[in-house]
């Protein structure tokens, strides 16, 4: 009964939906990073990997000591633009700041994780991330920083600009189904391995 119960077990292990995240990349901290409060929209482009968005990492350059207590986002169609599909202030126990290091130029190098986000997304889908409105107790301004990662990124002054370090977290399952030969491969041993130790203990 043990044996056929840890099966069961690892089977519906097997099958539970995956959970990816889109990366961006790592956090650079050392080029440049760009205003995300003060009137600026920082937007950047990702493609959707599952089918809802649960929260979202990105890096910052901070004045000394400052710690982000809130920021405005939105998951649009373009660029700061077009359709809305998610959008929000995060505060509070949705927002932390966690500090990194410092850099050669005197800024904090913090990472900020947004969490608690219910946004419904298409697997394929390209969508973009957009920042502003960022807030510090000391009213200081706060940069997203930049990578140059894959994406395809603008500032709403500016224009064009490279892309800043960003993780989409996302749960749900993917538009293909993840390995299956695996899957049964997996199953069939364990099933496997279930008959021999049924064979030898009777």
Do not use: H
């Amino acid at each position: 009964m043990r044996i056929a119960a840890l099966t069961v077990l690892c089977l519906a292990l097997a099958v539970i939906p995956a959970m990816a995240d889109v990366n961006n990349g790592p956090i650079n901290g050392t080029t440049d990073a760009w205003t995300i409060n003060f009137g600026y929209v920082v937007s950047d482009q990702y493609t959707a990997d599952n089918t809802t968005v649960t929260g979202f990492m990105f890096g910052v350059w901070e004045f000394p000591g400052d710690v982000l207590s809130s920021v405005d986002w939105s998951i649009t169609s373009g660029e700061n633009s077009g359709t809305t599909f998610g959008s929000g202030t995060a505060s509070g126990k949705n927002v932390t700041d966690q500090f990194i290091s410092d850099n050669q130029y005197g800024y904090d190098i913090d990472k900020i994780t947004v969490s608690g986000l219910s946004v419904p997304e298409v697997s394929g889908t390209k969508y973009w991330l957009n920042l502003q409105n960022a807030t510090v107790p000391s009213g200081d301004p706060v940069y997203w920083d930049e990578n140059s990662g894959k994406a395809s990124a603008s500032e709403s002054a500016v224009g064009t600009i490279p892309s800043e370090a960003f993780t989409i977290n996302t749960s749900g399952s993917s538009g293909s189904t993840p390995e299956p030969s695996s899957i049964m491969l997996f199953g069939s041993g364990i099933l496997g391995l279930a008959g021999v130790l049924r064979r030898k203990m009777f």
